[in-house]
């Protein structure tokens, strides 16, 4: 049973601002500590807690104990939950996006460049994997993912290494790839830091098409909110940051007429508030405690009720 270090936690159980008897939904359950600080807070409420990956829900189901729910489910599926458990709309949704430290720890998943294992790096342990990614797509589609999902300035170097070294054999492990990506890079790059974390990056990210389950995810999330209910996120690189901020700011915009519109003519209507204009960033106690707390941003979110511009 895997040690989880829920990062900015008390900031991220505070931004939900709980009720006793409300109804809120850890989007992604790991190790459980997010989850073990909103049961906390209930007492007739009710948690959902979800993830995608079947080893996280196991452990879930034995340390989660009280008026809780825990399903194997992706977070762009909330709304396909909520319909099974006939709820109609909820409190709050937390989403703490990204790897989970048991995902990293445990060599056998293959998310770590640090640890020899096999290429795969499947949330959900099933379908495509970051073998099949390294071994069959193209030189071109290779250094893109490597490129826009990792952003890598030697995407291209790398991806062109990889089809060549795989005309050898099968790519099969995660040591494999590192020697290659460390031979694909100059010297002064894997003298400053481990040139393997980007590309590795990229890959997760392609292998759980983690991009396209967020934005699905936020709204969905979104959609779910009752009037005053809150949404919080909790991102750890910059293009998830990217995505969620660009989400919640399409939210909040009203009315983008041309100043001197006698009357709005776009009929845009806000329906939410930025909780906090910038993102909550950990403590420097935190950040001394848990090394992997230093890229972490908590951006809050408020549903409101939408009235008509012209009302």
């Known amino acids: 049973m895997f040690e989880h270090k829920s990062v900015l936690f008390e900031e991220s159980i505070n931004a939900l601002n709980i009720k006793p008897n409300g109804i809120y939904i850890d989007a992604t359950g790991g190790g459980g500590g997010h989850s073990n600080g909103i049961l906390s807070k209930l007492s007739d409420g009710l948690l959902i807690t979800l993830d995608r990956d079947p080893d996280a829900v196991a452990v879930l189901n034995e340390r989660l104990k009280g008026n809780v729910k825990i399903i194997q489910s ?11 458990l006939n709820i109609d709309s909820v409190d709050g949704v937390l989403m703490d996006l990204g790897v989970s430290s048991y995902q990293i720890d445990t060599a056998e998943r293959g998310f770590s460049f640090h640890n020899d ?49 795989r005309e050898e054999k099968p790519i099969e492990t995660t040591l494999e790839l590192v020697e290659i990506i460390r031979n694909s890079v100059p010297f002064a790059v894997k003298r400053d830091k481990n040139p393997a974390k980007k590309t590795f990056q990229a890959l997760r990210i392609a292998v759980n098409s983690e991009f396209e389950h967020l934005e699905k995810g936020i709204e969905k999330a979104f959609e779910s909110l009752k009037y005053d209910g809150i949404l919080a996120v909790i991102t750890f690189h ?25 009357i709005c003519v776009c009929n845009r209507i806000p329906k939410a508030v930025l909780v906090n204009r910038k993102p909550i960033l950990p403590s420097s106690a935190e950040l001394e405690q848990n090394s992997r707390a230093h890229s972490a941003k908590l951006r809050v979110l408020q549903k409101i009720k939408a009235f008509a511009v012209n009302e």
Request: proline letters at 4%.
């Open 74 to 84: 992706n977070y762009s599926d909330i709304d396909i939950v909520l319909k099974d």
């Open 117 to 165: 294992a096999p290429l795969d790096m499947r949330m959900e342990k099933s379908g495509i994997s970051a073998y099949d990614i390294v071994n069959t797509f193209s030189d071109e589609r290779l250094a893109n993912i490597i490129y826009t999902y990792g952003e890598e300035k030697f995407s291209r170097k790398i991806a062109a290494n990889i089809v060549k070294k």
């Open 238 to 262: 910059s293009l998830e940051d990217k995505i969620v901020k660009h989400k919640f700011l399409e939210y909040c915009v009203g009315c983008t007429c041309p100043k001197n519109f006698p």
